[in-house]
Nanobody, 114 residues
């Protein structure tokens, strides 16, 4: 069983920054994807960013503003979010693949005020 624990969410003004962290209870190998997804009220969950073997992928809406990274020693993935917009308001979920299974954290709320 893999546990993913997110932290770093909160309330920030538009234009501000936040860094989300997701700590895994096991070592997630570099070949397995880790990523961030988000779900805004009344909307479906959507991909924000993923990282696999050093390659990254971003949603068009966050490209150039968000950066995903991993610290293998800490079994942690980060999401640096800059130039935040009110439309970035959502619950952000961490996701990881592990031995063919897909795992999710419980989410952390990010609220961006205008």
């Amino acid at each position: 069983q893999v546990q993913l624990v997110e932290s770093g969410g909160g309330l920030v003004q538009a234009g501000g920054s936040l860094r989300l962290s997701c700590a895994a209870s096991v070592k997630i190998f570099s070949g397995n994807a880790m990523g961030w997804y988000r779900q805004a009220p009344g909307k479906q969950r959507e991909l924000v960013a993923t990282i696999t073997s050093g390659s990254t992928n971003y949603a068009d809406s966050v490209e150039g503003r968000f950066t995903i990274s991993r610290d293998f020693a800490k079994n942690t993935v980060y999401l640096q979010m800059n130039s935040l917009k009110p439309e970035d308001t959502a619950v952000y979920y961490c996701n990881a693949g592990y031995y063919g299974m897909n795992y999710w954290g419980k989410g952390t709320l990010v609220t961006v005020s205008s």
